[in-house]
């Protein structure tokens, strides 16, 4: 690693970017402690700490050298700087920073830039009905909470996506730089595109501590940690050491360096003609001590430079006079009185040293991504609907004929969406996006590649982990995008998703924080069709994870035809501030609704599907379906029944909103409780096949009138490698498994059907059987065409 | 990179290894291909060939190389080598290897090594009743499936750890490298002592391509490569090349090089006087083709050295007799006729190079670890219960207790108990276990250091994912041990959950395999208890997730206090075969049951707590809670209802074994209805207040004849960094809450008693404006005791 001499610095400006880097550790510290006498008017008493001290101290002062000296660049260079903060428990710094450069006080007005806001500030941090310590959404300029770890880089390069003039400090916390996602996200630089894209800068921050335990990237040596940065394809500087003046000196320098290399590299990009290369692009290895400018030690143990320094270094101080002497001469030593004038107002030489207003990271319009938010414009999707004549009786490829109207979506929307997939854009049968943009890749290229370039738009890489923070980076920004994965595999991002809906929760109640546009799954490998994969790719409790979510910001689509998938998409492509999960199959199927049918029944969410209906209003039985494979079976069970016993009087319904089923009190889609019973009467068998795990129908629908007559056939965590017939039989959701279920719980055919009951086991067991033995689907059960019409 | 020149085999050598090669190549394109007709006695028709093609070429021949290189060192060195297979599919590989050595025969008696039993071997892959395409629990010698990618190295790890004399041979995907999971597992030579544990040979297979991209690893360029590896504490020894010949000497020397380095290793830390030193593990960088040995072309487009070859190269062999040509001169060119005797018996030379039967990789005892397995010897836990007099008089401190028993745990154990977890064994106050052993740490150590040592038998280490990889390695092979973890980001490992419990179920049913030890969450950072951390660090839903798996392999339990924790963990940890998740806080909280009156609530699982009750068997209301600070929370409204409204007929019913809710026929643990009943009555409204999300309840309780009567209350995804007291009211689980609703609830209450409960509506107002405005709990409300006895 380089380590610079230069010392670019001049004494008044070393002196005034230590006097920032003190006040906003002043501000940090007043925050964790104190609740009163925010400007140490009067000697510390126990009166003025916070009853129960809540915060974290450890990463705080590097976060504020680092913010300093961003100001100092951004000022210089008249840079647009976006921070990411990737420590956990960076709250106090961020806070700090924001208040004393004043986005603070422009996001929350009655926290002034004054000693009444100073206590507002100190006050309403890690305290009830206050703010988190970790830098949410509530903190202007974040995009990156920091509490769940490892997400802050790919965050960072989502961000720097198509934001060509955007510069993204990330600091990565050596703790955070553990975790799988973090490692997986270092090679984001063969994603970026110096000549499209902005550029990130990381600042691996090598405090050299976690909770308990030394940071392993602090532990491996100097020569190891250079290999491990050059292997990721960077170009590392060091800068460390633990006496402030000679550290500011090195830092500006190395921020200078790093920033004219990226200069460089994309003026090289930006002017060349040919494709783009791949650069070693500049990061700093910060090595400071943990909790620096704290107290030493604690009695008689050292603290700062040790973990100790992770919380709050002097717990005691309510009660051991000693520890509340510590505190004050620990506030004291940043000299207040310097930095604040008599109404707590920052000094004028502080301010300077801010960026202007507009400037500041803390008011960076990126952050806020819905300010910056342009609408898709989407192609009309009625023309690429396909014509139905006869329900069921032709297949289609849903996604395949999403994939064109997608091509187009790309075509005019050409800087500001991006579709990312672990590896499966091609196998979800998308393709036809490549006529309109290749896949991003700027490491070696050959000449057997296919539609690999550096400035595709489509993002694959085999980490979900790092496809979902590069999407969350992009959306967070105010772009829009789409995630493209196998069912079972998307719960590799399950706690990324978590942290996300909290995200979304939080901006709806901040009202200064403008909706960004949805987090959209779509997943076309789902479990029914892992003929080739088995049952490690069979889960489809993504589901049933993401409705544990808020309500408000939730919402599952589980289209059945190609049809109800494109007006499906359409509208999540639209929506902003959801997670909308989209389940749809890849594989051929029928279809069953034409344009005008799929765009009323998406709009209702759930609907009779009269072309398969003989209820007259009065059914003795519904048969309800949610997902591509359940529907089909229903329809085919129906097809079974009304064959066999055409007296018997069906009603199908079919779900595409799942959550039309949850109560409308619980959820903004959910059906009142009259239409509920419209669909699915009070009183009647409702044998209902889904797609996922069925207990969830039950938890959905556990107040509805009708439930106790619900009976619920889905998936049961049985599968295999094999046809898809063999998968719906070991899951008992098969078309005479369905009928079946019909004979036993309507109770006038019980006696009555016992031969067509006996008819249909054994239709079942013979194509079973014909199955397990030859290896292939029967032509009667491939080739099934739903007959009314 | 080093590439060796040596040329160690002898021409017969060479023969011999490529023979084996081969004849395994065979053998894996019979199964994806190969439906009758396996040795190819007549000219290949359409008939003979699977109807559907399912299965995965790519990868197979570089698996098949390293498995018959791997047997060469095991039959010239006697060492004790376990295959561990990383990249995706590499079922065809490893079944056909395993037939060939014998193993696969030996757990499959009717899949004789003769040319039925290759008829049924080539039929019985991914085929309906047959067998999965990874490499999955029913191949003899696996402990990673390799259908969700990314964790075979720290399963690697995992199986090493004290195995002393066991050698880890891993296979890296290049695909599966670009995970997280993986990434953040290379650092895992940190954590491994060469005088105690195994070693761990990686071979990073680089054969270029995923499913429709090329690898990134293979597209950096060999320096960035090398830089990576050694940056992650490797030495790296590169093997390349597409000719055979020369693969094979450089592979054999190679793996020579790397075996006596990894002898000479272990000879220096074992002899050593001093602590171990950390050693640059070697490792090899394998880059050959994918699909070697394949179809060069097909239909004039390469697919040899590219992503066509990843599936069924020729996947039109049933219509077109082009392709089928192909096949047959594709199988041809391995000459099985040398290969296979008249029999279909490999042949005498190819049987001399497989290991002796015992030293087989695929009859290696640690991948079916319930083999070696020994029980722990636990101490007696009720030697380290509390005396309870008074319930609810005394505070205690759950995790603190169980650390002394887990600390003695490890002393009665030493070599086959460890615990793991990202960084909390300290602040979950387990900090007990270090005084009988410290964290295991081979990176560099400081004297401000605490607890680290090269042996230590706690693993820390900031990556969920490598946290639950070690130990599924660990207990696969047979030992026990336990990931203590937030509550919240255990949902990191969410999908590797899953896999596990595919994989337990999966053993359940072969009965060659034998029960493994449970898989032991402890979750006591728990959801109510982010004082510190706030709402990134809140979420209860692990246990919705894993209550999706199969009944028979999932088991939740929420102990109230401290002796019913104790009871157990003392249980989980004698269990084979689960997945055990525990929640339980590790702040001081009221101690309910004394030892004996734990031991038979854990026993039952769920009961009345008659100290609590008044309802002399026949209540007007149950109060249910499960877990810990819903417990105390309805003991402090019974508390005041019990004061108030002294007439009310209360019954209290806690639930430690969440199981016990759902229906005997959905799962084991499961309460006959008619003891549901006698619990929770059929008439009487419940009031269930639970830890986690409350639909839960619901849908464990569904079919339940009280169903209706049930009124539950959790968390509903409300929070932030806060009080206690605050967290319950903002989610309605707070004690003024829980006996409002019982005078909501009890129709008698509901016009007698407004005044009440106007009074305790106004109590909860009052208390929760005094927690607002001062930030800390009310002394009445932190120091609550349940005052009955």
Known sequence: M???????????????????????????????????????????????????????????????????????????????????????????????????????????????????????????????????????????????????LGYSLSHAYGAAADNPELVVACVVGDGEAESGPLAASWPSNKFLDPARDGAVLPILHLNGYKIANPALLARIGDEELTALLRGYGYEPYLVEGSEPGPVHQAL???????????????????????????????????????????????????????WRSHQVPLSGVQTNPDHLRQLESWLRSYRPEELFDDQGRPVAELLELAPDPARTMGSNQHANGGLLSRDLELPPVEEYAVPVKVPGAEDGEPTKVFGAYLRD????????????????????????????????????????????????????????????????????????????????????????????????????????????????????????????????????????????????????????????????????????NYINVVVAGKQPQPNWLDWDEAAVHCARGAGVWDFASNDEGDPDVVMACAGDVPTMETLAAVDLLREHLPELRIRVVNVVDLMRLQDATEHPHGLPDAEYDALFTTDKPVIFAYHGYPWLIHRLTYRRNGHANLHV?????????????????????????????????????????????????????????????????????????????
């Open 252 to 306: 500006a320098a190395t921020l200078d360096t790093c920033l004219e290399r990226i200069d460089e590299i994309q003026r090289e990009a930006r002017s060349a003609k040919g494709p783009s290369v791949r650069p070693a692009w500049p990061m700093i290895v910060l090595r400071t001590p943990k909790g620096w400018t704290g107290p030493r030690t604690v009695d008689g143990e050292q603290v700062e430079d040790t």
């Open 713 to 789: 056939r889905g998936y049961i965590e049985e599968g295999t490698t094999t046809t898809p017939f063999d998968m719906v039989v070991r899951n008992n959701l098969d078309r005479y498994h369905l009928a079946m279920d019909v004979i036993d719980r309507v109770p006038s055919l019980r006696s009555r059907a016992v031969s067509t009951r006996q008819y249909f086991a054994g239709q079942r067991t013979r194509h079973h059987a014909h199955v397990t033995r030859f290896g292939e689907d029967l032509p009667e059960v491939r080739s099934w065409r739903w007959s009314a019409g």
């Open 409 to 576: 979506a790309f075509r005019l929307n050409p800087d500001n969406l991006r579709l990312f997939g672990p590896d499966e854009t091609e196998s979800n049968r998308l393709s036809a996006v490549y006529e309109e943009t290749p896949k991003r890749w700027l490491a070696e290229r050959r000449d057997t590649d296919n539609h690999l370039a550096p400035d595709g738009r489509v993002l694959e890489i085999l980490s979900e982990h790092t496809c979902q923070g590069w999407l969350e980076g992009y959306l967070l920004t105010g772009r829009h995008g789409l995630f493209s994965s196998y069912e079972a595999f998307v719960h590799i991002v399950d706690s990324m998703v978590n942290q996300h809906a909290k995200w979304l929760k939080t901006i709806n109640r901040l009202d200064w924080r403008r909706p960004i546009p949805s987090l959209n799954y779509l997943l076309t490998s789902h479990v029914w069709r892992q003929d080739h994969n088995g049952f490690s790719h069979q889960d489809p409790g993504f589901i049933d994870h993401v409705v544990n979510k808020k309500a408000e910001v939730v919402r599952v689509y589980l289209p059945p035809d190609t049809n109800t998938l494109l007006s499906t998409m359409d509208h999540c492509l639209r929506t902003r």
């Open 2 to 148: 380089q380590k610079l001499d230069a010392r670019p610095l001049t004494d008044d400006e070393l002196r005034g970017i230590d006097a920032y880097w003190r006040a906003a550790n002043y501000l940090s510290v007043g925050q964790i402690y104190l609740l009163a006498n925010p400007l140490l008017r009067e000697p510390l008493r126990p009166e003025h700490l916070k009853p129960r001290l809540l915060g974290h101290w450890g990463t705080t002062p590097g976060l504020n050298l680092i913010y300093a000296h961003l100001n100092r660049v951004i000022r210089q260079r008249d840079r647009e700087l976006l921070f990411v903060t990737g420590p956990g428990h960076g709250g106090p710094a961020l806070v700090a920073n924001t208040w004393l450069e004043g986005s603070w006080t422009a996001a929350y007005p009655n926290t002034t830039r004054d000693e009444h806001g100073m206590g507002r500030l100190f006050k309403q941090f890690s305290f009830p009905g206050g703010i988190p310590s970790h830098v949410a959404a509530d903190v202007p300029g974040s995009i990156n909470e920091g509490g769940e």
